[in-house]
Each structure stands twice: as C-alpha cells, then as structure tokens.
C-alpha cells in the first residue's frame, strides 16, 4: 500500500502562471482534502471533497479549483498562481468526514510562486 | 484568539528526559488528534482520543474534555523523536494548532 501519493513534490512557478497538484490514495477512503502548510500558521483547509463526486470550499479556497476524479484521485488546480500561494500542500484521505475519522497525508508539495 | 493553542512553541531536551506537550482549545469537539511531522515534512496520525488516555510505546495522550486541554508526553525521550507535534481538534473539520517543534540531543 502506498497510502497517500501527491505529484509533484517540488514546482517553482512564475506569476500567472497555471498548475494541478496530483493526489491519490489507495485504501479505498470516502473523503479527500487539501491543506496549506505556512510558517507560523497551522495547515488550513482549502477543500474538501466528502465522497466521489462531491467537493466543498474550506478555509482559504480562493485562487483554487478542485476534482474528484474517482475515488481515488482528487486533484488541485491553481489558475493563475500568485505569491501568496507559495506554500506546502498536503492532500489527506479518511474513511468518514468528520474529525473522528484519522486522517492519512502524503508527503506534500513545496511550491513556489515568483 | 486561535482556536487550538499549543505550547510550548519551541521545546529543547537531552537524552533521556520526559517530555510534555500542551494543548488548549476553546471549541466543542467530538475529538482530539496528535500528530508528528518529521523534517523532512510528512506528517503522520499518532493518536486520537475523545477522552482519558491513550499509550503506544513511549508515548502518551490525555485528555480533559471538561478543561479543554490535552497533553501529549514522551518518556525517555530520543533524538529520533526530533519534530514538529500537531495538535488538532475535530468539529465538522479538523482545526489544526501551530506546532511544537522539539529539538532532543544526545
């Protein structure tokens, strides 16, 4: 099993400039989320998708998209990066949606806006 | 004022001592996660309780739902123990604190 998968690790991006983060996991999980991790702040929640089919706004959701493939595979896109998203992301799966459910992360991805 | 308040921000410790983390938070929940995140950035689940006390090795959560606090503590603590500890509060979501980083030497 891998767990949680995220492509690619590191991606430097100039302003403007458009990517999709990648993320999948294999153990049959019903809710996919993605998180931002920033110096001095806990990680904060920019979707979430409860289960196939289903995505919903977190914390921070602006300048993002999101799609759940399948259930394995939910995926992030930036339309036209900024610097402010220079971050770490990390996408995470649990079996159920609440906070009662352990959640398993990847291994993040450090992006980097110029 | 944050939700989740973890303390200390910075911690130092030798070889060998007890280590204790802290965790406050001002929300209702339904459950408490500890987690560690390694310096190489994975972060991994180490417990999660919604009350009382749990034990996996050398490492030890309680909670006090009535004061709203939790406390994370290792025994004989190890340089490989070196990393961020997360504190997170479940509601409908996870609120996650800011992190105790602890640096143990030999």
């Known amino acids: 099993n891998a767990g949680v998968t995220q492509t690619p690790k590191f991606q430097v991006l100039k302003t403007g400039q458009s990517m999709t983060l990648q993320c999948a996991q294999d153990m049959n999980h019903n809710s996919m989320y993605w998180y931002r991790q920033d110096p001095g702040m806990g990680l904060r929640l920019i979707y979430y998708?409860?289960?196939?089919?289903?995505?919903d706004k977190g914390e921070v959701p602006n300048g993002y998209n999101v799609s759940r493939l399948n259930k394995r595979e939910f995926s992030l896109r930036l339309e036209s990066a900024a610097p402010s998203q220079t971050s770490v992301y990390f996408c995470?799966?649990?079996?159920?949606?609440?906070?009662?459910?352990?959640?398993?992360f990847g291994p993040g991805t450090r992006l980097t806006v110029t | 004022k944050n939700e989740v308040e973890q303390s200390p921000q910075n911690l130092t410790a030798q070889e060998g001592e007890f280590i204790t983390i802290n965790c406050s938070y001002s929300v209702g929940i339904s459950a408490l996660h500890w987690l560690q995140q390694h310096p190489g950035g994975g972060i991994v689940s180490l417990f999660m309780l919604s009350s009382g006390k749990k034990k996996h090795g050398r490492l030890i959560a309680t909670i006090n739902i009535q004061e709203k606090h939790s406390s994370l503590h290792i025994t004989a603590s190890h340089p490989r123990d070196s990393a961020v500890y997360i504190c997170a509060v479940a509601t409908d979501k996870l609120i996650f604190g800011t992190g105790t980083r602890l640096q143990v030497f030999p």
């Open positions: 998708s409860a289960s196939e089919g289903t995505t």
């Open positions: 995470a799966s649990s079996e159920g949606l609440s906070g009662d459910y352990e959640q398993y």
